[in-house]
Each structure stands twice: as structure tokens, then as C-alpha cells.
């Protein structure tokens, strides 16, 4: 009688898929909003607060308001974010990468004198 072989298989289910695009996109739309909100106050502060209040603090109200659009395009333009269930984006096993050959005895920084002055090279210029 023969024993059946059984191979690992990897077998993903509806619960291992990533979310959907138009979920990713609301919540980076969502955080936009929010930052643009939060500028808009900071701008709006600035204007009413002008003269009443620390020029410290109306500086940081400023640089809230100059600083936020940029930051919150680069975040709504940033992709998608990689799974943190280990998911497909872990599949690949760097575990699985060949480490790179050492390099020539002849260009080691800790190989002997000797073994450079065989190695044909020759630290003599000609005229």
C-alpha cells in the first residue's frame, strides 16, 4: 500500500485579502479633509488673533497653516498601505537571498603585503 504524499500548500482566504481601493481612498480622503480643517482653523486664528495674542504663538498658527497642505498631499498621495497581518506582501522570504561572494584576496583591505605584490599588481610607476 502507498502512502499519498502530501504537500504543503499555501491556501489564502477571503479574510487574507487586502481592503478594498475604495475603502483605502475614503480614509485618505477622510485624513485630508481633516488636515485641511485643521489649516483652516489654524488660518483663520492667525487673521482673528492678529496683534492679541504672542507673536510666537501666532507664528506656530502660520506655519500650521503654510506647513499642513503639503503634508497632508503627500500623505493622501502615498498608496496604499502594506498589510500588517502578513499577508501577500510577505510572501517573499529574504531568508531565501543568497549571501554575495567575498571579494578577491587580491583587493581585501586586510590581506598581506605579500599576497598584493604576487597578484601582478605593481606599485612602481614607469616613466
Known sequence: MRALSRRKTTVYTVTDASRPLSEDVDERQRHYL?????????????????????????????????????????FA?????PPRDGGPAELFDQRAVPAPPPPPQAFRKDAPAADQADSGVSSETSP
Open 34 to 74: 481633516i488636515s485641511m480643517g485643521i489649516r483652516l482653523a489654524c488660518l483663520l486664528l492667525a487673521v482673528v488673533l492678529w496683534g492679541r495674542i504672542h507673536p510666537v504663538l501666532l507664528g506656530l498658527l502660520l506655519v500650521g497653516a503654510i506647513l499642513l497642505p503639503y503634508t497632508a498631499v503627500v
Open 77 to 81: 498621495n502615498g498608496g496604499r498601505k
